[in-house]
């Protein structure tokens, strides 16, 4: 029974820490990996509120450290993913039916323990098991999943004080419905905070989830749920499995209850998602949501009036911060031959003075990539660009895995603007530069908006503002997140909503009221107070006195 309107005022993004030396928060940091490193964890899946243990048992090591175990997690199969979707099932009406200040309350707590108990704990599990420096975790797992959870509670309650106008005589409402169903949210190795977002978001709309984490993500993701059900998350509203994806495909599209897919992966992946779920359209109670992010192949547009200190600046962290390994890095980049000489000297200066090796040592900017599957194929494009006379590498090219999967931040230079790390996403520290002559901006456009299959983000780097402009119009479909001067990473929740189109999503923008209408479905009702008692109307009057 509510007694009230509650209101939940827009918050404020969680302030970043730095880790300078000598700040209490590098100490905090520092002794919280020392702990992580000298603790095995055994992680079983969630089901029910229950843990899960199986016979398959994985071990996971850090990417940068391989000959080291920080855990081991159990991998499920049919009958767990079964067991998830029939406690989801079990939970929802009592979920659903929660007032939503209860609800909103798990979820502000969960963002106010990441925020303060769990902070540095939270954050060493993301450095160890993705590989991520001390920053790039802080934004991630502790920030960006904190404005999330708090932002979202704002966006919704701002969602249900949304209702129709009502005439004389009669009231109107919206009801914002949970899904009939169950929701699938299937998350990637690479932000912590989408992993944390994905089945979050549609839980807080009254849904309950099924939640099937990246195996590169698993150590990270235990913390998510350990918080979630300390500050608590009944049993059953969102399920955490560790199977194989073929596995959980077949059961999941397969069931009648399946209402919705929250995604982030690969446009391949996705796209056999979209066609399975369409090939199975008469099972389902409903036509399921289907939401995702996916690839992409950012562009860094440099006009001839570009700063070359901020083109250089906006390359090297947009490229290379977290070894590449984020959807939205700097993969590609359009140099005016007026200043790309320049560009790109103070760029490998910039380059040449990272350091690269473990998570522990606060001085390595790069780290390690998530895995040996992902280092071979970005070994393979740097191999393939070596033995290719139509491109120089003009940076790195080196890798080695024998101790971790280390990869130089390479820069290839090609004279082919349709060359295959300009057009295909290689997800790894991978920059493909192009040179064209500056006099011709305009024709460049059109070649970078047709260059690559995917729209995520982008960026125009100019000091003319008919340049800007002009940019900002003709690549208006070509990214989701545009940046003007800057680089094309780094979305902050609620100032920056991200998602694209093309190949890279259906652009439901997580961190926005957009994506929560996804996960709601609106029932209209209309209550008469004074209701007729004759079907006739004035008009059927006769004219007759």
Same mark, same amino acid.
């Given at each position: 029974?509510?007694?009230?309107?509650?209101?939940?005022?827009?918050?404020?993004? @969680?302030?970043?820490?730095?880790?300078?030396?000598?700040?209490?928060?590098?100490?905090?940091?520092?002794?919280?990996?020392?702990?992580?490193?000298?603790?095995?964890?055994?992680?079983?899946?969630?089901?029910?509120?229950?843990?899960?243990?199986?016979?398959?048992? !994985?071990?996971?090591?850090?990417?940068?450290?391989?000959?080291?175990?920080?855990?081991?997690?159990? @991998?499920?199969? @049919?009958?767990?993913?079964?067991?998830?979707?029939?406690?989801?099932?079990?939970?929802?009406?009592?979920?659903?039916?929660?007032?939503?200040?209860?609800?909103?309350?798990?979820?502000?707590?969960?963002?106010?323990?990441?925020?303060?108990?769990?902070?540095?704990?939270?954050?060493?599990?993301?450095?160890?098991?993705?590989?991520?420096?001390?920053? /790039?975790?802080?934004?991630?797992?502790?920030?960006?999943?904190?404005?999330?959870?708090?932002?979202?509670?704002?966006?919704?309650?701002?969602?249900?004080?949304?209702?129709? !106008?009502?005439?004389?005589?009669?009231?109107?409402?919206?009801?914002?419905?949970?899904?009939e169903g169950f929701v699938l949210a299937l998350t990637p190795f690479n932000f912590t905070a989408i992993a944390g977002n994905l089945p979050t978001s549609a839980a807080m709309c009254g849904n309950t989830v099924v939640w099937k984490v990246s195996n590169t993500q698993v150590y990270s993701a235990s913390w998510i749920m350990k918080i979630l059900m300390e500050a608590g998350l009944p049993a059953g509203v969102i399920n955490l499995v560790f199977v194989p994806g073929s596995?959980?495909?077949?059961?999941?599209?397969?069931?009648?209850?399946?209402?919705?897919?929250?995604?982030?992966?690969?446009?391949?992946?996705?796209?056999?998602?979209?066609?399975?779920?369409?090939?199975?359209? /008469?099972?389902?109670?409903?036509?399921?949501?289907?939401?995702?992010?996916?690839?992409?192949?950012?562009?860094?547009?440099?006009?001839?009036?570009?700063?070359?200190?901020?083109?250089?600046?906006?390359?090297?962290?947009?490229?290379?911060?977290?070894?590449?390994?984020?959807?939205?890095?700097?993969?590609?980049?359009?140099?005016?031959?007026?200043?790309?000489?320049?560009?790109?000297?103070?760029?490998?200066?910039?380059?040449?003075?990272?350091?690269?090796?473990?998570?522990?040592?606060?001085?390595?900017?790069?780290?390690?990539?998530?895995?040996?599957?992902?280092?071979?194929?970005?070994?393979?494009?740097?191999?393939?660009?070596?033995?290719?006379?139509?491109?120089?590498?003009?940076?790195?090219?080196?890798?080695?895995?024998?101790?971790?999967?280390?990869?130089?931040?390479?820069?290839?230079?090609?004279?082919?603007?349709?060359?295959?790390?300009?057009?295909?996403?290689?997800?790894?520290? !991978?920059?493909?530069?192009?040179?064209?002559?500056?006099?011709?901006?305009?024709?460049?456009?059109?070649?970078?908006?047709?260059?690559?299959?995917?729209?995520?983000?982008?960026?125009?780097?100019?000091?003319?503002?008919?340049?800007?402009?002009?940019?900002?119009?003709?690549?208006?479909?070509?990214?989701?997140?545009?940046?003007?001067?800057?680089?094309?990473?780094?979305?902050?929740?609620?100032?920056?909503?991200?998602?694209?189109?093309?190949?890279?999503?259906?652009?439901?923008?997580?961190?926005?009221?957009?994506?929560?209408?996804?996960?709601?479905?609106?029932?209209?009702?209309?209550?008469?107070?004074?209701?007729? !008692?004759?079907?006739?109307?004035?008009?059927?009057?006769?004219?007759?006195?």
């Open positions: 029974m509510n007694l009230g309107y509650f209101n939940y005022p827009q918050p404020a993004n @969680e302030p970043v820490q730095h880790y300078a030396p000598g700040s209490p928060e590098r100490a905090a940091l520092k002794k919280a990996l020392s702990d992580a490193r000298q603790t095995t964890l055994d992680i079983p899946m969630v089901i029910g509120g229950e843990f899960v243990k199986t016979a398959k048992k !994985v071990s996971i090591h850090p990417p940068h450290e391989i000959g080291h175990t920080l855990g081991h997690y159990y @991998e499920g199969g @049919e009958q767990e993913i079964n067991a998830a979707i029939d406690a989801a099932l079990q939970a929802k009406e009592s979920w659903e039916n929660m007032s939503w200040e209860d609800r909103a309350g798990i979820f502000l707590k969960t963002a106010d323990l990441i925020a303060t108990k769990y902070r540095y704990q939270f954050n060493a599990a993301t450095m160890l098991g993705q590989s991520k420096n001390a920053y /790039q975790a802080e934004i991630d797992s502790a920030c960006e999943l904190i404005d999330f959870l708090r932002y979202n509670v704002h966006f919704l309650s701002e969602i249900y004080r949304q209702q129709p !106008v009502s005439s004389p005589g009669v009231h109107n409402r919206t009801e914002w419905r949970a899904l596995t959980l495909g077949k059961v999941v599209f397969s069931h009648p209850d399946f209402a919705g897919i929250h995604f982030t992966g690969s446009s391949g992946v996705f796209n056999e998602i979209w066609k399975t779920i369409g090939a199975n359209m /008469q099972v389902y109670k409903t036509y399921p949501r289907i939401v995702g992010e996916t690839g992409g192949k950012d562009f860094v547009m440099v006009h001839k009036s570009a700063d070359v200190a901020v083109t250089a600046t906006a390359l090297a962290r947009g490229a290379f911060e977290f070894q590449g390994q984020k959807c939205s890095a700097a993969s590609r980049a359009y140099l005016p031959s007026n200043i790309a000489e320049d560009i790109k000297a103070k760029l490998l200066e910039m380059v040449q003075s990272f350091k690269m090796g473990g998570v522990e040592d606060f001085g390595n900017f790069i780290n390690a990539v998530i895995d040996e599957k992902s280092f071979d194929k970005i070994a393979a494009y740097i191999d393939s660009a070596s033995n290719d006379e139509k491109v120089k590498i003009i940076a790195g090219g080196k890798y080695d895995k024998s101790k971790g999967y280390f990869i130089e931040p390479t820069i290839i230079e090609t004279s082919d603007p349709e060359y295959v790390t300009m057009c295909e996403e290689i997800f790894g520290p !991978v920059l493909t530069i192009y040179v064209y002559d500056a006099d011709k901006f305009e024709e460049t456009l059109k070649l970078v908006n047709g260059t690559s299959p995917y729209a995520l983000t982008g960026s125009i780097i100019a000091r003319d503002r008919d340049a800007i402009a002009l940019a900002t119009s003709k690549l208006r479909h070509a990214a989701g997140n545009f940046y003007i001067n800057d680089k094309p990473t780094g979305a902050v929740v609620g100032q920056q909503p991200f998602g694209g189109a093309r190949a890279s999503g259906t652009n439901d923008k997580a961190g926005s009221m957009i994506n929560l209408y996804r996960w709601l479905s609106a029932r209209t009702i209309k209550e008469t107070f004074d209701p007729p !008692v004759d079907y006739g109307y004035p008009f059927l009057a006769s004219d007759e006195a």
